[in-house]
């Protein structure tokens, strides 16, 4: 489900008709913590929901790959716990491809936030990038734009970094 419409469901349901959360709005970390909390819990739903749920998928379905793998097997044979099976060969094994996946959440979030935005009246960057468009401001697109490659980038170079750490075989020789 596309970002934007989950955001609309959410703000119909519990901002309009169950009026426990603003439907539109931010109160800053400095005016109120409980304010603050309000404004953003929508949003965040509504950006994290579908990113969580691709997570889980490839979660679950890289668990299941490892889980048959033969060296599971033998752990078994060996008496290990089921846990220390998990926790110590398994995950670890399973946490590539869904750092990758992780990665290029981050790409969609960046995209999806900009129309969440719109939809919870909340000024970012993705306010600013639309204003920016609709000004004509070249300027002020492209360093909105350069600030969004950065952080791609810079969640690039976490995910490299990240995979030699988990696997040793990607490590630079």
């Known amino acids: 489900m596309p970002n934007f419409w989950l955001g609309l469901i959410l703000a119909a349901i519990f901002a309009v008709w169950l009026r426990w959360f603003p439907a539109t709005g931010y109160v800053p970390l400095s005016e109120s913590v409980i304010g603050w909390l309000h404004s953003i819990t929508l949003p965040a739903l509504a950006l994290g929901l579908s990113t969580s749920a691709a997570i889980?998928?490839?979660?679950?379905?890289?668990?299941?790959?490892?889980?048959?793998?033969?060296?599971?097997?033998?752990?078994?044979?060996?008496?290990?716990?089921?846990?220390?099976?998990?926790?110590?060969?398994?995950?670890?094994?399973?946490l590539v491809p869904v750092i990758t996946v992780l990665?290029?959440?981050?790409?969609?979030?960046?995209?999806?936030?900009?129309?969440?935005?719109?939809?919870?009246?909340i000024n970012g960057i993705g306010s600013l990038a639309i204003a920016a468009v609709r000004q004509q401001d070249i300027p002020m697109i492209q360093g909105i734009v350069l600030v969004l490659v950065l952080i791609v980038m810079a969640v690039q170079l976490v995910t490299d970094i990240l995979y030699g750490l988990i696997n040793p075989k990607a490590r630079p020789s």
């Open 56 to 94: 889980a998928r490839q979660v679950r379905s890289a668990m299941v790959g490892v889980l048959q793998q033969d060296y599971i097997r033998a752990a078994r044979a060996q008496g290990l716990s089921a846990r220390r099976i998990i926790l110590k060969h398994a995950l670890k094994n399973a």
């Open 103 to 121: 990665s290029f959440q981050v790409t969609i979030l960046l995209g999806g936030a900009l129309i969440v935005e719109q939809v919870f009246a």
